[in-house]
């Protein structure tokens, strides 16, 4: 298949908001290509190359000076994904110049709106509106099989190139040979807010209240003495965290798997600020963490685990089962580091008080009759939390006055567009910003910057802010038709992608008196 056609699909992508026509252009494309192209295919058409970053940022592109290719075009997808595979492979001395060279004799081949494609695509910026759900119905409805197939095996597998080429080449019958598979990491599965605790209650006829914590998601593989820790995007910090790692040894048991929560906890047994847990593991997994007071001691930091899933025991896979199960398999394991919570409490609303006391966010409420749905954000498991937040994206900056001439501070946040479009502002806020922080947000975002002007500076919508606000109102000033009130920086998310951002659904369920 030609990168042209790639680079049509993905304008036709960027040109509708119908979730229809986007699943349909997708499917089309998936069913044209050979196997051996779909790896490379599905991640172009989701944003991003197969390799993931492959150490060639906006600036090196920009330098590369390389003419584009006058005459029809001619590039593969297969031929764009082995150069692109020959960057990330790149190390050592002179690996610059090796990664610049390949990427100039690819762009040479590119035709100007090839070129462009490929730019957007190195540096984040291919906001075509192919976001991974559209995918998983795209792959549906190219291989002729049942959505919730693909959807379990994408769980198990953690990786929709695989599944696509399961599902493609093989059908329905592909995608159930997936199976739960020790020391490979399953996407996690995710919560809804509620209004209140009532609301949450009510959603169920049965639940477990358990503690809210803040601190960074994980999840535990352990087979005999082999131990594996990921985060909540499947990348392995296993190297970076050796007190989990002995912890989970010593758990009586021969093989599990287990989700939940780290954190640093202080003298007093209460939470640490969430930005000194993420310091532990953040650089060397080189995420975008904002900046914590007295780094030395912030390495020496130990992280405690609190464990609310098991999805696995001793040979047995229990992501069918019911909560009520996996639950029971999850106390006679955990022990100690068991979250705090309680079955069905006779008063739910001194579970959340004892949870606020201990400095933890809220709760979460669970349905006990529920299996593990990685991935989704149904009403199984609904959170509630006193402090209204949402995760947004931040678009852009605007540079400081007064005391903060020279930093970067008033910040534009922009929530998810559900569809896969790009990310819809709602808002601006100065407010909750220390002076660490100014400091890191200006040399960060000159960092990921797309465009300036006198003012502002723009930059890749990639990094996620959590944000406190006393809901939103109807307004015109934003394309979204709503904007925040009152918002307030509470911390960075460098645990999250924009992909898990709030949705501007999210947002506007916020309006007051909505």
């Known amino acids: 298949m030609l990168l042209a056609d790639v680079v049509s699909a993905s304008a036709a992508l960027a040109a509708t908001r119908s979730r229809k026509a986007k699943i349909a252009t997708l499917a089309g494309v998936l069913k044209r290509a050979d196997a051996g192209e779909l790896p490379a295919l599905v991640a172009f058409l989701t944003g991003g190359p197969a390799q993931g970053r492959i150490g060639a940022g906006w600036r090196t592109l920009a330098e590369l000076g390389a003419a584009s290719w006058t005459g029809p075009p001619t590039l593969t997808v297969t031929e764009v994904d082995a150069a692109l595979g020959e960057v990330a492979a790149a190390s050592g001395d002179g690996s610059a110049g090796r990664r610049a060279g390949t990427l100039r004799a690819l762009f040479s081949r ?24 559209l995918m998983v119905d795209a792959i549906a409805s190219a291989s002729g099989v049942p959505v919730e197939a693909v959807r379990r095996a994408f769980m198990l597998s953690g990786r929709l190139p695989v599944t696509a080429v399961a599902a493609v080449t093989g059908g329905e019958r592909s995608l159930g040979e997936f199976r739960l598979e020790l020391g490979r990491p399953l996407r996690p599965m995710l919560a809804s807010p509620a209004e209140s605790l009532e609301d949450a209650l009510s959603q169920h006829e049965a639940a477990i209240v358990e503690y809210k914590m803040d601190g960074a998601r994980i999840q535990v593989h352990r087979q005999g003495d082999d131990v594996h820790v990921y985060t909540r995007t499947l990348r392995e910090i296993t190297a970076h965290v050796g007190e989990l790692v002995e912890l989970v040894r010593g758990l009586p048991c021969r093989s599990v798997v287990l989700d939940g929560e780290t954190l640093a906890l202080d003298d007093a047994g209460r939470p640490k600020p969430f930005q000194e847990t993420m310091s532990r593991f953040s650089r060397q997994l080189g995420l975008r963490a904002a900046p914590s007071t007295h780094e030395e001691q912030v390495r020496e930091l130990l992280l405690r685990p609190y464990f609310f899933d098991c999805l696995h ?10 909560l009520r199960e996996r639950n029971a398999a999850l106390r006679t394991v955990a022990g100690d580091h068991l979250i705090p919570g309680e079955i069905e409490p006779a008063d739910a609303a001194a579970v959340l008080e004892a949870a606020l006391e201990a400095g933890h966010e809220g709760v979460m409420v669970k349905a006990l009759d529920s299996p593990y749905a990685a991935g989704r954000r149904g009403r199984a498991w609904l959170k509630v939390k006193p402090v209204q937040t949402l995760d947004l994206v931040v678009l852009a900056a605007e540079w400081g006055h007064g005391r903060r001439t020279g930093y970067l501070s008033n910040l534009h946040l922009g929530a998810r567009d559900p569809d896969g ?5 709602v808002g601006k806020t100065f407010k909750g910003l220390t002076d660490e922080l100014l400091a890191w947000q200006t040399r960060t975002f000159q960092e990921i910057e797309t465009s300036r002007d006198q003012w502002t500076v723009h930059v890749r919508p990639e990094l996620v802010v959590e944000i406190e606000l006393d809901g939103a109102q109807v307004s015109p000033r934003y ?14 998310r460098p645990d999250k992608q924009a992909a898990d951002a709030d949705t501007i659904d999210a947002v506007r369920a916020t309006l007051r008196g909505g």
Not at 313 to 322: E, I, K, S
Request: glycine letters at 14%; a negative charge; charged letters at 25%.
């Open 110 to 133: 590119a035709t100007e709106e090839e070129q462009r494609f490929l730019f957007r695509l190195l540096t984040g910026e291919l906001r075509q509106g192919a976001l991974e759900g």
């Open 313 to 322: 025991l001793d040979g047995v896979d229990l992501l069918d089962a019911p």
């Open 479 to 492: 394309p979204g038709g709503v904007a925040l009130r009152f918002a307030r920086v509470v911390r960075y």
């Open 421 to 425: 479009g790009p990310p819809i502002m």
